[in-house]
């Protein structure tokens, strides 16, 4: 395996949707074990960014891309990559909560049983230590075979978080992840996501200024694709280097 | 307005659980539905009567035709058991249905299970892997496949598919049937069927939000298993519902099954024996029969099965699609 300082490397990215440019020229490097706020204001390409993390932008017919995304030291658009493999390996969590209409076990499952986990007591253990990192397990545990569509918003945003984490990926994304959602289940949320950090990278798109503040380690600023600002965050809130970043902060635009 | 209110909530307190009040409860209800104005009760009158009158039919068939085969139940030639015996000789007053009711079951379930299958798969290949600039044109086709008259299908199946079992298929399994068999009859009902499944299924599978398919292939799913496990099984409910529809459509299909079946009085031990469905008994037989009153009865009876049949297929699949919106915490 090649040498690789972090996780996912992106450099020179430029992506188009059809002839339009949604990203321009992105080089950015994501630490490893932190949280990164990818912040802007609606249409600058903060989803777009994420969702070339994990390729599944390659849905879109009118997709392309110029640059590299590394995860581990690898092209994740190389020939002979899997992009099986690289999902199994970034975990997503989107920004409506979308439990799969089972129960609350399938879903846990899913993932693993994709992967070729088998073992009912293999999977009883990833189902409990799922929900216990996504802070669901005391509520849920007694009604596991229950519908998950018929849990609280919120706790369907958990929920997805836990199968996100179902199948271990050392890098989760979270594109908006409680833009749906109360400001208390938005809350427990966010205490979630720093709480994740200890075993996780996590990148978060989020157009939200406070919540960057909140929980994240370093932020990237996106303009109109372009990346204006990235580093860590309380360097970028409190002494942004760019007219355009200390406008999006204070509220100019947005 | 408050008024109105009032007036709801004594009628709550007067429903008590006891079965009068409940029977009760719709028509005060609806009484109370819409209090805005007078000029309303012509228009929900003229709702109201489309309404009990749809419902009021089957009742009014399921009453005449009881009313009609209660001859033959009655008889002591006839019986209830007639529903068990196989022999069916007018001459020797001996109405025994058995041999329609198994050729009907045979047939039909044959077709399901060559139009079910087939047809899921063509729904998931349209909604799931079709290109988008095909995907229009193959839906118009298929639908179109539902405008042929049944007739026209069966015309076919006598000249093309008939021969096809003769010559074809049936020598492969040994068999010197002359191809008016069970098997042309499963064959052409499940292309009749065909177009229900792919447009209902494919409707359904349409509707399963694109932020589930995403979700699948994020955690590393192939697109294959996306739409087996996730697309398939949430949108299982309505493609239930595209089977029960072509169930119903199956069982009380007449003029195609007629013409490929070869009509024998003979239970069908193989795919390539021929057999008598319910359908094609009375449309060959009512003509005749209608002077003499224990046949004509009979006849009756067989489409008094035939409904309650299809009424049992029906509610049978209702409770199984409520059953997977429960499952799936639709309701």
């Not at chain 1, 188009?16 to 074990?33: P, Y």
């Not at chain 1, 903060?46 to 070339?52: G, I, P």
């Not at chain 2, 009021?56 to 209830?80: K, M, N, Q, R, Y």
Request: include cysteine; charged fraction near 20%.
């Amino acid at each position: 395996m090649p040498e690789f300082k972090h996780q996912i490397e992106v450099e020179g990215l430029s992506t188009w949707f059809g002839k339009k440019k949604i990203l321009k020229d992105i080089t950015c490097h994501f630490k490893d074990n932190t949280v990164t706020a990818i912040m802007g204001p609606s249409g600058c390409g903060k989803s777009t960014l994420l969702r070339t993390l994990n390729r599944l932008n390659d849905l879109v017919p009118s997709f392309k891309r110029m640059g590299n995304v590394r995860f581990r030291g690898e092209d994740i658009y190389g020939v002979g990559s899997s992009v099986y493999d690289l999902r199994k390996h970034i975990g997503m969590v989107f920004q409506k909560p979308n439990p799969f209409p089972m129960s609350i076990r399938e879903n846990i499952t899913y993932g693993p049983k994709l992967h070729g986990t088998n073992d009912e007591d293999d999977l009883e253990k990833i189902v409990e230590s799922s929900l216990r990192k996504a802070a669901l397990w005391d509520e849920v545990k007694d009604e596991l075979d229950h519908p998950a569509p018929n849990l609280s918003g919120g706790q369907q945003q958990r929920l997805c978080i836990a199968r996100a984490l179902s199948v271990n990926p050392p890098v989760i994304l979270a594109d908006e992840p409680v833009s749906a959602l109360d400001p208390i289940s938005a809350a427990k949320i966010e205490e979630l996501i720093v709480e994740l950090k200890k075993d996780y990278t996590i990148i978060l798109v989020t157009h939200n200024v406070q919540q960057a503040f909140r929980v994240s380690d370093q932020s990237a600023f996106l303009y109109l694709g372009e990346l204006v600002e990235f580093d860590e965050t309380k360097r970028i809130l409190e002494a942004p280097h760019d007219e355009r970043t200390e406008a999006f902060i204070t509220g100019r635009i947005g | 307005m408050s008024n109105k209110n009032e007036l709801i909530t004594a009628d709550d307190e007067t429903s008590d659980s006891d079965f009068i009040s409940r029977l009760k409860r719709p028509f005060i209800d609806f009484n109370n539905a819409d209090r805005s104005g007078r000029v309303d009760i012509l228009g929900r009158l003229g709702l109201f009567i489309p309404a009990v009158a749809s419902t009021l039919i089957i009742v009014l068939v399921l009453a005449f035709l009881w009313v009609e085969s209660a001859t033959i139940f009655g008889d002591p030639s006839g019986g209830i058991g007639i529903i068990i015996n196989p022999t069916w000789d007018p001459n020797r007053d001996m109405y025994g249905i058995a041999v329609f009711i198994v050729g009907s079951l045979m047939c039909t379930g044959l077709a399901i299970g060559i139009a079910v299958p087939l047809g899921i798969g063509g729904a998931i290949f349209l909604s799931e892997f079709c290109p988008m600039r095909l995907r229009q044109p193959i839906k118009m086709i298929v639908e179109m496949m539902a405008a042929i008259p049944s007739i026209v299908y069966g015309l076919w199946a006598f000249l093309v598919l008939v021969p096809v079992v003769k010559n074809n298929i049936a020598p492969i399994f040994g068999s010197d049937s002359n191809g008016l068999s069970l098997l042309a009859g499963g064959i052409i009902l499940a292309i009749m069927l065909l177009p229900t499944v792919v447009t209902i299924s494919n409707d359904a599978l349409q509707t399963v939000p694109r932020s589930l398919r995403e979700a699948s292939l994020a955690l590393g799913a192939t697109q294959s298993e996306t739409s087996r496990k996730i697309v398939l099984s949430a949108a299982l409910p309505g493609v239930g519902a595209a089977v029960v529809l072509s169930l119903g459509r199956a069982v009380g299909e007449t003029m195609a099954v007629l013409m490929v079946t070869g009509n024998s009085l003979q239970i069908p031990y193989s795919l390539f024996d021929p057999t008598y469905v319910m359908t094609s008994i009375i449309t060959n037989q009512l003509g005749y029969a209608f002077v003499f009153p224990l046949w004509r009865s009979a006849l009756f009876a067989v489409g008094l099965i035939l409904l309650i049949m299809s009424i049992c297929f029906t509610l049978t699949a209702k409770l199984f699609i409520k059953w997977g919106m429960k499952t799936r915490g639709y309701i």
